[in-house]
């Protein structure tokens, strides 16, 4: 377990201007900026989005910009905003403090692309690393390969510096723990047989009680710099209670992210496994290529997933979550909806920080 005054207190790097109020909410922007448009926005350039648009992707994102504004690269930009992200001990879907497998292991996953240099690297499976999109950075930059996975993406995150730790918090323990207990009133976890029903622990009936998270969550953050070159990031702890050892779309290039520097990137977030099989953010910069905007092309994708589905007669609808941006400076988001309203992403650029509002094409949009 790493030392308490190594861990980062969320207090130190929120600032309590972060939080959104609620009518600024309300019509999809951030109190910085009003105009912000739903459902198109052109964004002056440099710009970076992220896909996270609660109080931590907001910092993230003010955290990054600097770079960004001074002239720095694309690739600095959202290497800093993916790190603002996986630090954060409250998100449950990225880094430290991402919900575990199984057996209670937070396995991360994470990749980049280069746009300018057309080099991308990734790691899978990684224990132990708080930030492994600098990891997925490192390889892409100091190695011949691609992906790096479990075992040997740790020694080789140890070799440049990189410092062990438990990635479990208190919180995403907890909800591990209480997963683990309620998986069947059959097995042997939670209080002893004789003691059930007697209230001898967090419930009623002696055990751990509460709703069990689930998550499947994951953070894009793509941004054109200053010369027009474009960069992006995914990086998640993957599906909670995943199988050990499942690596899902985002250290993969193409599925979770894409970046061509000619035309634009795109990110993933979602069922991973649905994302792999259709090469999803590779399909959604090429249907940029082909003339489409970020919004479109965001759409498209979502419409030829469920068309598979369709084709072999079945109405199955994932849960996925696509953003998307051009060199102009366009931004696009869409998702299947799934009952979780409309999806959104939270940019920066000179003008400041805007919250886009995309389009949910299945399920409840409220």
Request: glycine letters at 14%.
């Amino acid at each position: 377990m790493a030392k308490r005054d190594s861990r980062l207190d969320r207090r130190d790097f929120i600032r309590s201007s972060v939080a959104l109020g609620a009518g600024a909410a309300a019509l999809g922007r951030f109190p910085e900026l009003a105009g912000a448009t739903t459902r198109t926005l052109r964004a002056e350039i440099p710009m970076i989005i992220t896909s996270h648009t609660n109080e931590t992707g907001q910092e993230a994102m003010r955290q990054a910009w600097p770079i960004l504004s001074a002239g720095g690269r694309a690739m600095d930009a959202v290497e800093k905003g993916a790190n603002v992200i996986e630090v954060d001990p409250e998100d449950t879907s990225v880094g430290y403090g991402g919900l575990p497998d199984a057996d209670g292991v937070v396995q991360l996953d994470a990749s980049c692309m280069d746009g300018r240099t057309y080099n991308a690297g990734s790691v899978g499976a990684l224990e132990n690393i708080k930030t492994p999109s600098s990891v997925a950075r490192l390889v892409m930059e100091r190695t011949d390969h691609i992906m790096l996975v479990g075992r040997g993406a740790l020694e080789f995150a140890k070799s440049f510096g990189f410092e062990e730790e438990d990635l479990l918090t208190p919180k995403s323990r907890e909800i591990w723990l209480r997963w683990r207990e309620n998986l069947s009133p059959d097995d042997y976890w939670g209080p002893p047989v004789h003691l059930r029903g007697k209230g001898s622990g967090g419930g009623s009936d002696g055990s751990m009680r509460g709703p069990v998270e689930y998550e499947h969550g994951t953070t894009n953050v793509l941004a054109v710099d200053r010369n027009g070159d474009i960069a992006g990031i995914t990086t998640t702890s993957g599906l909670s209670w995943k199988v050990p050892g499942r690596v899902g779309d985002s250290p993969i290039i193409g599925a979770g992210l894409y970046v061509d520097n000619s035309v634009g990137a795109a990110g993933a977030t979602g069922r991973g496994e649905d994302v792999i099989k259709s090469c999803a953010s590779y399909y959604i910069v090429m249907r940029m290529r082909d003339g489409r905007s970020p919004q479109e092309a965001c759409e498209d994708a979502i419409e030829m997933i469920v068309d598979r589905y369709r084709a072999i007669g079945n109405d199955y609808v994932p849960g996925e979550k696509f953003v998307a941006i051009n060199k102009d400076g366009d931004v696009g988001c869409a998702s299947m909806g799934y009952g979780r309203g409309l999806p959104a992403l939270t940019v920066h650029h000179a003008s400041g920080l805007e919250q886009y509002t995309g389009t949910a094409l299945y399920g409840s949009e409220g």
